[in-house]
T-cell receptor, first 111, second 115 residues
């Protein structure tokens, strides 16, 4: 049972435009959500997180939105840059327990 | 650089063998997690240790075991290896000090190839 789903395996966006990556979850117990970026041959790098008590968190070009009623999470990157090309994983946890990851979305920024 | 180190980077071995993967967490982090990433799959949680004690278990096979030592480094032991065990194995660490704030930081991974 995939509790965290990223239904788009890949996404291509023009440089300078907005990239929107989506994530859905099924477990209503999740109370903390994170986005990780992964380059080839490297470990996932923490990008941004959001607690279930918030609906938005912003850090520079990255904003994460949480819609608890829809059990939906999204990551917005504005403006997109070539260095943003990577695989993005969303992850969720509850009670500081293990992270449950989605299968990832490969983002390609086109110069 | 996340501050989490993993050795070795690559490991090639044969079926039936046993290997040990090592992880050193970030300075001050008490919690260590192990994840497996197989081809085209997301990261699957294997096991978590906190300050030397097992805290949570995920989809870890009985052939696999782990431990966390007094200096907080951790080892993941994989035995009776099968072809399907070929994967990237990641270690992550976190301080585990807050509620809804704990972020895990990942090491670069160990790529295991079983021939």
């Amino acid at each position: 049972d995939q509790q965290v789903k990223q239904n788009s395996p890949s996404l291509s966006v023009q440089e300078g435009r907005i990239s929107i990556l989506n994530c859905d979850y099924t477990n209503s117990m999740f109370d903390y959500f994170l986005w990780y970026k992964k380059y080839p041959a490297e470990g996932p790098t923490f990008l941004i997180s959001i607690s279930s008590i918030k609906d938005k968190n912003e850090d520079g070009r990255f904003t994460v939105f949480l819609n608890k009623s829809a059990k939906h999470l999204s990551l917005h990157i504005v403006p997109s840059q070539p260095g943003d090309s990577a695989v993005y994983f969303c992850a969720a946890s509850f009670g500081n327990e293990k992270l449950t990851f989605g299968t990832g979305t490969r983002l390609t920024i086109i110069p | 650089d996340s501050g989490v180190t993993q050795t070795p980077k690559h490991l090639i071995t044969a079926t039936g063998q046993r290997v040990t993967l090592r992880c050193s967490p970030r300075s001050g982090d008490l919690s260590v997690y192990w994840y497996q990433q197989s081809l085209d799959q997301g990261l699957q949680f294997l096991i978590q240790y906190y300050n030397g004690e097992e805290r949570a278990k995920g989809n870890i096979l009985e052939r696999f075991s782990a431990q966390q030592f007094p200096d907080l480094h951790s080892e993941l032991n994989l035995s009776s290896l099968e072809l399907g065990d070929s994967a990237l194995y990641f270690c992550a660490s976190s301080p585990l000090v807050g509620i809804n704030t704990d972020t895990q930081y990942f090491g670069p991974g160990t790529r295991l190839t079983v021939l």
